[in-house]
């Protein structure tokens, strides 16, 4: 191996291992999209507790079930593409041998860059479809939920299942979170194709914009404007 490729596959986990035990860190003590939106789901679940018709509760987790299922067939079609890829090694090598600014590479170098971007789609896979079974949960919760008009079910019993309710469908989020930043992080892994330089450096731009979209984007601005939060993120 090459070492400016293996400082580029040290670095690659370097950022992307760092960025996701960094975001969990900095979680617990400033806001972001994922403890706001934590927070948001907690007032949908009690409030779905003062509805007698769930249906739009119930069509709501259905949706969002729905977004983990599209990126979890997704990941598959690609991985079934890259292993296809493998067996084609030769081929592949030939044709991008003949662009001028692509760094050459060995068989062995060029089917590791294939077997990393499989991994990375069969963690989202994985990411995906642990999301579509939480919603999946949650939406048996919302099912169960007491009816506003059963006077034997206690407030605290309606409390705990909220908070549990909220719970669950906060960790399919999370779940869905970090299978949609396999996406992008397999973005940087094609360009180390091209250059290991290059992927380094797409790589430390990928971070940094999941960064900013998470902790500074106006997205998360609008999600908190307007509404009186406690800046003490939920620990997961």
């Given at each position: 191996?090459?070492v400016?490729?293996?400082?580029?596959?040290?670095?690659?986990?370097?950022?992307?291992?760092g960025?996701t035990h960094?975001?969990?860190?900095?979680?617990?003590?400033?806001?972001c999209?994922?403890?706001?939106?934590?927070?948001?789901?907690?007032?949908?679940?009690?409030?779905?507790?003062?509805?007698?018709?769930?249906?739009?509760?119930?069509?709501?987790?259905?949706?969002?079930?729905?977004?983990?299922?599209?990126?979890?067939?997704?990941?598959?079609?690609?991985?079934?593409?890259?292993?296809?890829?493998?067996?084609?090694?030769?081929?592949?090598?030939?044709v991008?041998?003949?662009?001028?600014?692509?760094?050459?590479?060995?068989?062995?170098?060029?089917?590791?860059?294939?077997?990393?971007?499989?991994?990375?789609?069969?963690?989202?896979?994985?990411?995906?479809?642990?999301?579509?079974?939480?919603?999946?949960?949650?939406?048996?919760?919302?099912?169960?939920?007491?009816?506003?008009?059963?006077?034997?079910?206690?407030?605290?019993?309606?409390?705990?299942?909220?908070?549990?309710?909220?719970?669950?469908?906060n960790?399919?989020?999370?779940?869905?979170?970090?299978?949609?930043?396999?996406?992008?992080?397999?973005?940087?892994?094609?360009?180390?194709?091209?250059?290991?330089?290059?992927?380094?450096?797409?790589?430390?731009?990928?971070?940094?914009?999941?960064?900013?979209?998470?902790?500074?984007?106006?997205?998360?601005?609008?999600?908190?404007?307007?509404?009186?939060?406690?800046?003490?993120?939920?620990?997961?």
């Amino acid at each position: 191996m090459e070492v400016l490729d293996l400082i580029a596959l040290v670095w690659f986990f370097v950022c992307t291992v760092g960025y996701t035990h960094g975001s969990n860190y900095w979680a617990r003590t400033r806001p972001c999209l994922s403890n706001t939106l934590d927070l948001y789901r907690g007032d949908w679940m009690r409030r779905m507790l003062m509805r007698d018709a769930r249906i739009a509760d119930a069509s709501v987790v259905g949706n969002l079930e729905r977004n983990g299922a599209f990126f979890a067939s997704s990941s598959l079609l690609i991985l079934a593409g890259l292993l296809t890829a493998l067996g084609y090694t030769d081929t592949a090598m030939s044709v991008f041998a003949e662009v001028p600014w692509i760094a050459a590479a060995n068989k062995a170098m060029w089917e590791l860059k294939l077997v990393l971007l499989c991994a990375v789609f069969v963690y989202s896979f994985f990411k995906f479809t642990w999301s579509m079974r939480q919603y999946n949960f949650c939406s048996v919760l919302v099912g169960s939920a007491p009816m506003t008009f059963e006077d034997k079910v206690s407030s605290g019993a309606r409390e705990a299942l909220a908070s549990n309710a909220t719970r669950i469908a906060n960790l399919a989020g999370d779940a869905f979170n970090l299978g949609l930043r396999s996406y992008y992080y397999s973005m940087a892994v094609l360009t180390w194709f091209i250059h290991p330089v290059l992927f380094m450096f797409v790589t430390t731009v990928v971070v940094l914009v999941l960064y900013h979209r998470e902790f500074r984007s106006r997205a998360l601005k609008a999600l908190r404007a307007g509404k009186s939060f406690d800046d003490s993120a939920k620990s997961d």
